[in-house]
């Protein structure tokens, strides 16, 4: 859930257009820029908690088809909202720059090819990268399951140092992961989530705010980066490739992993939320709302006071999230009333996936003993 708030929180900072409209080097610069920092280890820390959780846990082939009938959903439904209210003077500043954008309002072919295909058209990147990576999850589970402790804190240290530190010492992306844009970056990040949970003890290294403690350090200093990079010139080095991006989402998944809550008003929102939480980046990264509804959405955040910024960002994210997940929540019960889940999961884990097993089975059944065939397997 935090991580997908922190995700909405960049966003408001970049697309947004608050980062570009403060003026450089001023306590309002300073501010936003803390803010920015603060939230860039959103994706990373989505990433790590996949492999958390994932490691452990049931895979079923299904929930691909699952995440993309809810991506095409909401690429069509924001068509619709925004073909509908398009056009109209609303003499309110949010909603003008929302839906009076740039955004001619054609419903051409081609935009309807990326609602119905978004995986393929690389609509949302954080999607397709994990299409990609979902079908290879088993086999990186069984790998992390494989090694001992010391074989994945080497494996862990040896992941960060070739594909995170030695990139932005020489601020180039050697191995091409894009940045941090793409499935590979994904993967090794799962990796570590998952290494992390199969390798826990009871006892932890140090207590919650010592982690907390860090994870501002560590921000910090990717804030340290960033001015260094804009007062010299040079272009800002892929954030989420940074050593301290990684040290951050490190922090926030050590602070917060075994977390109780007694409360049950606590528990009951969390349960509520938890599921409709990666639907809020979905509805944050539409096409028509990310490229021409948010686009400079946030300028007049740049005119207020250093404190503001920060308060109003936060308060403005939180709105978001809450929002976005209460529409989740909604499409969720449609579906379930609908029996849409159900029947993709019957269709593709016991219709496909299962006969597939039992059609290799039968094969391998029949081979002879001994054989050539049997060997190479």
Not at 162 to 167: K, N, R, T
Not at 224 to 245: C, E, N, Q, R, W
Not at 314 to 335: C, D, N, P, Q, T
């Given at each position: 859930m935090m991580?997908?708030?922190?995700?909405?929180?960049?966003?408001?900072?970049?697309?947004?257009?608050?980062?570009?409209?403060?003026?450089?080097?001023?306590?309002?610069?300073?501010?936003?820029?803390?803010?920015?920092?603060?939230?860039?280890?959103?994706?990373?820390?989505?990433?790590?908690i996949s492999g958390y959780t994932n490691v452990c846990g049931t895979y079923r082939y299904s929930r691909i088809a699952e995440l993309w009938i809810s991506v095409s959903f909401y690429s069509f439904l924001s068509i619709a909202v925004f073909s509908l209210l398009?056009?109209?003077?609303?003499?309110?500043?949010?909603?003008?720059?929302?839906?009076?954008?740039?955004?001619?309002?054609?419903?051409?072919?081609?935009l309807i090819k990326e609602c119905a295909s978004p995986i393929f058209k690389e609509q949302y990147w954080y999607v397709t990268a994990y299409f990609a990576m979902f079908f290879i999850i088993p086999y990186m589970?069984?790998?992390?399951?494989?090694?001992?402790?010391?074989?994945?804190?080497?494996?862990?240290?040896?992941?960060?140092?070739?594909?995170?530190?030695?990139?932005?010492?020489?601020?180039?992306d050697l191995f091409r992961l894009r940045a941090g844009y793409s499935a590979s970056w994904l993967a090794m990040l799962y990796i570590i989530g998952?290494?992390?949970?199969?390798?826990?003890?009871?006892?932890?290294?140090?207590?919650?705010?010592?982690?907390?403690?860090?994870?501002?350090?560590?921000?910090?200093?990717?804030?340290?980066?960033?001015?260094?990079?804009?007062?010299?010139?040079?272009?800002?080095?892929?954030?989420?490739?940074?050593?301290?991006t990684i040290a951050q989402a490190l922090c926030l998944l050590m602070a917060f992993k075994g977390l109780r809550f007694r409360r049950r008003l606590v528990i009951k929102a969390i349960s509520l939320f938890a599921p409709a939480s990666f639907a809020v980046y979905i509805l944050n990264a539409t096409k028509l709302f990310y490229r021409y509804g948010m686009k400079e959405l946030f300028l007049p955040l740049a005119k207020m006071q250093a404190w503001q910024?920060?308060?109003?960002?936060?308060?403005?994210?939180?709105?978001?999230?809450?929002?976005?997940?209460?529409?989740?929540?909604?499409?969720?019960?449609?579906?379930?009333?609908?029996?849409?889940?159900?029947?993709?999961?019957?269709?593709?884990?016991?219709?496909?996936?299962?006969?597939?097993?039992?059609?290799?089975?039968?094969?391998?059944?029949?081979?002879?003993?001994?054989?050539?065939?049997?060997?190479?397997?």
């Amino acid at each position: 859930m935090m991580s997908m708030y922190l995700v909405v929180a960049v966003h408001i900072f970049t697309q947004g257009g608050v980062m570009a409209a403060v003026e450089p080097f001023t306590p309002k610069y300073y501010a936003a820029l803390f803010c920015m920092q603060t939230a860039m280890c959103g994706v990373n820390c989505f990433a790590l908690i996949s492999g958390y959780t994932n490691v452990c846990g049931t895979y079923r082939y299904s929930r691909i088809a699952e995440l993309w009938i809810s991506v095409s959903f909401y690429s069509f439904l924001s068509i619709a909202v925004f073909s509908l209210l398009r056009g109209h003077d609303y003499n309110n500043f949010v909603l003008d720059t929302i839906f009076n954008s740039s955004w001619d309002g054609a419903v051409t072919k081609d935009l309807i090819k990326e609602c119905a295909s978004p995986i393929f058209k690389e609509q949302y990147w954080y999607v397709t990268a994990y299409f990609a990576m979902f079908f290879i999850i088993p086999y990186m589970n069984s790998f992390c399951r494989s090694l001992s402790k010391a074989a994945a804190i080497r494996l862990v240290i040896i992941i960060i140092v070739i594909l995170s530190v030695l990139p932005s010492i020489y601020n180039v992306d050697l191995f091409r992961l894009r940045a941090g844009y793409s499935a590979s970056w994904l993967a090794m990040l799962y990796i570590i989530g998952a290494l992390i949970r199969l390798h826990e003890t009871g006892k932890p290294a140090c207590g919650r705010f010592v982690w907390i403690a860090l994870f501002l350090l560590s921000t910090l200093l990717n804030c340290a980066i960033y001015i260094h990079d804009a007062l010299g010139g040079v272009p800002v080095a892929a954030p989420y490739l940074s050593p301290f991006t990684i040290a951050q989402a490190l922090c926030l998944l050590m602070a917060f992993k075994g977390l109780r809550f007694r409360r049950r008003l606590v528990i009951k929102a969390i349960s509520l939320f938890a599921p409709a939480s990666f639907a809020v980046y979905i509805l944050n990264a539409t096409k028509l709302f990310y490229r021409y509804g948010m686009k400079e959405l946030f300028l007049p955040l740049a005119k207020m006071q250093a404190w503001q910024i920060v308060l109003f960002a936060a308060l403005s994210a939180a709105a978001f999230f809450i929002a976005a997940s209460l529409i989740e929540i909604a499409r969720l019960r449609l579906f379930r009333a609908l029996g849409v889940n159900r029947g993709v999961r019957f269709a593709i884990d016991k219709l496909i996936v299962e006969n597939i097993g039992n059609i290799a089975n039968i094969r391998n059944a029949r081979k002879p003993k001994g054989s050539a065939a049997e060997q190479v397997d």
